[in-house]
T-cell receptor, first 116, second 113 residues
C-alpha cells in the first residue's frame, strides 16, 4: 500500500530558529515525486518545495530545504530562520502514476506553531 | 486573475438535500481533481478527470457525481447529503504529462446540519 506518514502532529519553534518536520512514505515505485505543502488558516494549499525521486541532490527554496533519503523512504522539511508567517499545517505528499495519470497521497499533516 | 476558483466558499445545508460545488481553472490545464479534507485535516483524493474523461474514482459513494462539461470546469454534485459529508472540498488542476505540481482552489467548506 502507498502511504505517507507524518509522525509529528504538532511542532513548535522559536522565531528565527530552525525546525525539521519529518515524513516517511511507502512505495514500490522507482519514479515518483515528493512535495511539501503549507496550509495556513486561510486553508489555501501552497506548494513549499518539491523533490524528484531520480535526483540525488536535495531541493532548496530560500529558507526551506529537504533531506531526501530514498533508501530510507524519508523526506523531511527543514525551515531555517523561522518566521511568524510560517505558522501553518504542513502536509507531505507523494505523487505516483496511476491509471494513466498521477495522484497525490497526503500525510496527516503537522501543525507548526511559531513562538515570538 | 484567480487560477483555480471554487464556488461557493461556504455551504451550509440540511441532511438529505442535494448540492453542487463548481470549480473552474483558467490555466489551460488538462487534468483536474477533487479532494476531501475531513475534520482531522486529512486530505484524500476523490476523483480525477483528464480532458473531460473520468480517470480516477477512489471508491467514493455514488451520491457524489462529478461532471466535467469542458476541460476548464469540474463540478461536484452531491445527492442526499449526510452528516459525514461535512468537510472542506478542494478542487485542483495539473498541466498534464511532464508536469507534476497541482494547483489548488481555495476550498469549499460544506456543513451538513
Amino acid at each position: 500500500a502507498q502511504t505517507v506518514t507524518q509522525s509529528q502532529p504538532e511542532m513548535s519553534v522559536q522565531e528565527a530558529e530552525t525546525v525539521t518536520l519529518s515524513c516517511t512514505y511507502d512505495t514500490s515505485e522507482s519514479d515518483y515525486y515528493l512535495f511539501w505543502y503549507k496550509q495556513p488558516p486561510s486553508r489555501q494549499m501552497i506548494l513549499v518545495i518539491r523533490q524528484e525521486a531520480y535526483k540525488q541532490q536535495n531541493a532548496t527554496e530560500n529558507r526551506f530545504s529537504v533531506n531526501f533519503q530514498k533508501a530510507a523512504k524519508s523526506f523531511s522539511l527543514k525551515i531555517s530562520d523561522s518566521q511568524l508567517g510560517d505558522a501553518a499545517m504542513y502536509f507531505c505528499a507523494y505523487m505516483v502514476p496511476t491509471s494513466g495519470t498521477y495522484k497525490y497521497i497526503f500525510g496527516t499533516g503537522t501543525r507548526l506553531k511559531v513562538l515570538a | 486573475d484567480t487560477a483555480v476558483s471554487q464556488t461557493p466558499k461556504y455551504l451550509v445545508t440540511q441532511m438529505g438535500n442535494d448540492k453542487s460545488i463548481k470549480c473552474e481553472q483558467n490555466l489551460g490545464h488538462d487534468t483536474m481533481y477533487w479532494y476531501k479534507q475531513d475534520s482531522k485535516k486529512f486530505l484524500k483524493i476523490m476523483f480525477s478527470y483528464n480532458n473531460k474523461e473520468l480517470i480516477i474514482n477512489e471508491t467514493v459513494p455514488n451520491r457524489f457525481s462529478p461532471k466535467s462539461p469542458d476541460k476548464a470546469h469540474l463540478n461536484l454534485h452531491i445527492n442526499s447529503l449526510e452528516l459525514g459529508d461535512s468537510a472542506v472540498y478542494f478542487c485542483a488542476s495539473r498541466p498534464g504529462y511532464g508536469s507534476y505540481e497541482q494547483f489548488f482552489g481555495p476550498g469549499t467548506r460544506l456543513t451538513v446540519l
